[in-house]
């Protein structure tokens, strides 16, 4: 069960740290905030794939 939550915390700070990412780059901007961004869903969804491919449940 521990494992599970520091799995879950890595994965919540990888994702807060490639949304800083993200904006600082540009990639997407202030007025993307809010709304569905594709290029924010795939950067997630590569991040959260290479941490489970990396550090399996």
Do not use: E
């Amino acid at each position: 069960m521990h494992v599970d939550l520091i799995h879950a915390a890595v994965i919540v700070v990888a994702l807060v740290l490639t949304n800083i990412v993200l904006k600082a780059t540009g990639v997407v901007g202030d007025d993307d905030t809010h709304r569905w961004s594709w290029k924010r869903f795939l950067a997630y969804f590569v991040v959260v794939a290479v941490i489970n491919i990396v550090w399996p449940m």
